[in-house]
């Protein structure tokens, strides 16, 4: 990793901590599932990243249909919640994001009411935080869809794929 990419980490572990504690979000923990898989698969210098709901601590913070039981507000404000879990789990492994290559694809479902069709606007505030921390590393292709359904009621879900920096072997 070169001085400049090491520089850009340090500014994007300042960055992603301002953001948390604007959004007032304490992201330290650890980022629990809830069945047998786990979080994030680092394989061949990609990272796969789960899907991430808005959960905050044990509750999910954005519930119900956006543009109905839940605002186009409240749906960008879960995917920018989204966002932060998935990048804390890449933060949580050895060399945090400054290992962070490229986010690669994101997939954003928003639970939608049946005449809500701004599902691209709600991705935009996902696509738009990931571009603020990371830079042009944050800047990726995308896939947003509109769901009936999404687990535990959340309003949004999405998953990255990530190309990372391998891991430094010790010496």
């Known amino acids: 990793m070169t ?3 090491a520089a850009a980490g340090v500014g994007r572990e300042e960055r992603f901590v301002a953001t948390a504690a604007e959004m007032f979000l304490s992201l330290d923990g650890e980022i629990r599932v809830g069945g047998h898989y786990v979080g994030l698969v680092e394989h061949d210098g990609l990272a796969y990243i789960s899907g991430q709901i808005p959960r905050v601590h044990d509750a999910v913070a954005v519930t119900g ?3 109905a039981e ?3 507000a409240e749906g960008c404000r879960a995917a920018r919640i989204c966002t932060m879990r998935a990048l804390a789990l890449l933060r949580q492994r050895p060399g945090g994001l ?3 290559r490229r986010v690669l694809r994101m997939t954003v479902y928003t639970q939608s009411a049946p005449d809500f069709v701004r599902q ?3 991705a935009d505030a996902a696509s738009d935080l990931l571009h603020a921390i990371l830079g042009d590393a944050g800047v990726h292709a995308r896939t947003s869809v509109g769901a009936f ?3 535990k009621n959340a309003a949004v879900e999405l998953d990255l ?3 990372v920096e391998p891991e430094e072997c010790p010496s």
């Open 65 to 67: 249909r956006v543009g």
């Open 149 to 151: 359904t999404l687990p």
């Open 70 to 72: 839940t605002s186009l």
């Open 98 to 100: 400054a290992r962070v």
């Open 161 to 163: 794929l990530v190309a």
């Open 120 to 122: 691209s606007e709600v």
């Open 3 to 5: 001085t400049r990419e």
